[in-house]
C-alpha cells in the first residue's frame, strides 16, 4: 500500500485545528452561526474530535478538529490523525499555526490513518484526504508513510501467505521497485555458503530456509540493515504453548521493520551504499529439527549450546551479521522481535536498543524525539557475558534463570560483531490495540527516527 496526499488541484475544504484553550479566541473571528452550530454539537476542541459545517445544500463547507490540551497531547500523538478518521470523504487543506516539526508529524499521522489490511476482506471505508500543506516536505512524507505501510502488510499476512519463500518475493518487488540488486542462498546450500545455523533452525519446515541479500547504491558510506525473518514461530521441539503461539506470525517483524526503512532509504534516494540481509525460516518440528543440548557451529567459528529452541531468532541473526561483519560497513543494525523481556521492560509502543556509539545514541535520540517514534536505550552490560558462556561451547542460547534476557540477547548478538560499529533493536512490531494513525496489527518501529539518525550521520 502507497501512502499518498489528495490532488493540490482538488476542491479544498478548510479544515481548522483548534485547542481548547484557544476555541474561544478562535471563535471570536467567526460568524454568529459557526459559533451556534458548535455549541448545538458540543464541540469543546478535545483530541479527535472533528466537526463539519455544512451548507444549505448538505455539501461540506468547512470542518473544525479538537487539538486537547498540552497535558493531553503529552499522552499520545499524531492526533490529528484521529480527526481524520470522523470527516467524511474529502480533499482537506489544513489551516495551523503548529510549528513546522510538528505539522510534519500531524501530517505525517494524517497519512498513516488511511493504512487498511484488506487483503482478505475487502474495506468499504472512505477516506478523507489531506492537500499537503504548505511548509512540509511532502516527498518525503509520503516515503516515510508508504515504509511504514509496508512493513504493516507483512507483519499482518498470516504465515500461510507469508513463509520464506513470500518473503524473498516482498524483498524481490522491493529490489525490483528501486533498482537494487538481489540475491538469495537457498536450502542445503547455506550449508556450502557457511552459514549453518541459518540452515539448523529452518530446515525442519517444508519451505527451505534461506538468506536474502539486498544492495542498492554505489557511492557513500556503507550501511547494512540486518532482520530477523522467522515467519512462524512455533519454538520448534520446544514446543509454544497456544497463548505464546498465537502472535507468532510477526516472528518475522524484524525483517519486515528493514524492508520498510530500506524504502525510505532508496524512495528518497540517500547517497549511501545499502545492504538488506535476511535470514528467512520457520521454526518447525519434524524428524531432523535441532534439538536441546545440541551445539551448532556458526559462520564466524563461535560454537552454541542449545538450551532451548524458542530461543531461535538469535541463531539465525548471528549467521547473518557475522556475513555483515565480514564487510566492515560503516554500521551495521539489526532488528528483530527477539525477547519477551524486552516487552516487560518498556512495553509495546517503545523500541528499546543497543549501542556503544554515543555519536550513534545522540543523533538516534534527537531523531525519536523529533520524529515522534520513541526509542529507549538498554545496555550493552559487559558483566553479564558470563551468563551467556554456558562452558561446554563457546555461547549459550537460552541462559537459565531468566534475569536479564533482552540485555543477554543482545550481548550474544554482539559476540559476531567484532569489525563494525553496531546497533540492535528488539522490536515488538505490534500494534495490540488501536490508536490514532496505529490500527492494532502489525506495526514499525524505531524506522523513522532511524532515518533521520542515517541521514545525519551518513549523509554529511
Wanted: glycine fraction near 8%.
Amino acid at each position: 500500500m502507497l501512502a499518498k496526499f489528495a490532488d493540490p488541484k482538488s476542491h479544498a475544504i478548510p479544515l481548522h485545528l483548534v485547542s481548547e484553550d484557544q476555541l474561544d479566541n478562535w471563535l471570536g473571528g467567526q460568524p454568529a452561526s459557526v459559533s451556534s452550530w458548535i455549541a448545538a454539537n458540543s464541540f469543546t476542541g478535545a483530541l479527535g474530535q472533528a466537526l463539519v459545517f455544512p451548507t444549505a445544500d448538505g455539501s461540506v463547507q468547512m470542518a473544525i478538529a479538537g487539538y486537547g490540551t498540552e497535558t493531553s497531547r503529552k499522552r499520545g500523538r499524531f492526533h490529528l490523525a484521529g480527526a481524520a478518521a470522523k470527516l467524511p470523504k474529502g480533499a482537506y487543506q489544513l489551516e495551523t499555526d503548529l510549528p513546522q516539526e510538528t505539522l510534519a508529524n500531524e501530517t505525517l499521522g494524517w497519512l498513516l490513518s488511511a493504512y487498511r489490511f484488506d487483503r482478505y476482506a475487502k474495506s468499504a471505508t472512505t477516506q478523507a484526504e489531506l492537500i499537503a500543506p504548505d511548509g512540509v516536505n511532502a516527498d518525503l512524507l509520503v516515503a516515510l508513510a508508504s515504509g511504514e505501510m509496508l512493513t504493516r502488510d507483512l507483519i499482518n499476512t498470516p504465515a500461510s501467505d507469508m513463509g520464506p519463500p513470500d518473503l524473498e518475493k516482498a524483498a524481490r518487488d522491493l529490489a525490483k521497485a528501486h533498482g537494487a540488486d538481489i540475491s538469495v542462498v537457498t536450502g542445503d546450500d547455506l550449508l556450502t555458503q557457511n552459514l549453518p545455523m541459518i540452515h539448523a533452525v529452518g530446515r525442519a519446515a517444508d519451505r527451505a530456509p534461506r538468506l536474502i541479500d539486498m544492495r542498492w547504491g554505489k557511492s557513500g558510506k556503507k550501511l547494512t540493515l540486518v532482520g530477523k525473518g522467522v515467519c512462524f514461530d512455533t519454538g520448534g521441539l520446544n514446543l509454544k504453548p497456544s497463548a505464546s503461539m498465537g502472535l507468532m506470525k510477526k516472528d518475522m517483524g524484524g525483517a519486515a521493520a528493514v524492508l520498510g526503512l530500506a524504502h525510505m532509504i532508496m524512495a528518497t534516494g540517500m547517497n549511501i551504499q545499502l545492504r538488506v540481509l535476511i535470514p528467512a525460516v520457520e521454526n518447525s518440528v519434524s524428524s531432523n529439527s535441532f534439538r536441546p543440548q545440541d551445539i551448532l557451529t556458526s559462520r564466524k567459528g563461535l560454537t552454541v549450546e542449545i538450551n532451548n529452541t524458542d530461543a531461535e531468532g538469535r541463531l539465525v541473526l548471528a549467521d547473518a551479521l557475522a556475513l555483515a561483519d565480514e564487510e566492515k560497513p560503516d554500521q551495521i543494525i539489526s532488528m528483530a522481535t527477539l525477547t519477551g523481556a524486552a516487552r516487560v521492560a518498556v512495553g509495546p509502543d517503545l523500541a528499546p536498543y543497543f549501542s556503544d556509539s554515543p555519536t550513534f545514541v545522540s543523533a538516534l535520540e534527537k531523531a525519536a524525539e523529533t520524529h515522534a517514534d520513541p526509542v529507549w536505550r538498554m545496555p550493552f552490560h559487559t558483566p553479564y557475558e558470563t551468563m551467556i558462556e554456558p562452558g561446554v561451547a563457546d555461547l549459550d542460547n537460552a541462559p537459565s534463570g531468566g534475569f536479564a534476557g533482552c540485555i543477554t540477547a543482545a550481548l550474544f548478538l554482539r559476540r559476531f560483531v567484532t569489525d563494525s560499529p553496531y546497533a540492535h533493536f528488539d522490536i515488538y512490531g505490534w500494534q495490540p490495540t488501536a490508536a490514532p494513525a496505529r490500527p492494532k496489527g502489525g506495526m514499525g518501529q524505531a524506522n523513522r527516527a532511524l532515518y533521520a539518525t542515517i541521514e545525519t550521520l551518513f549523509q554529511k
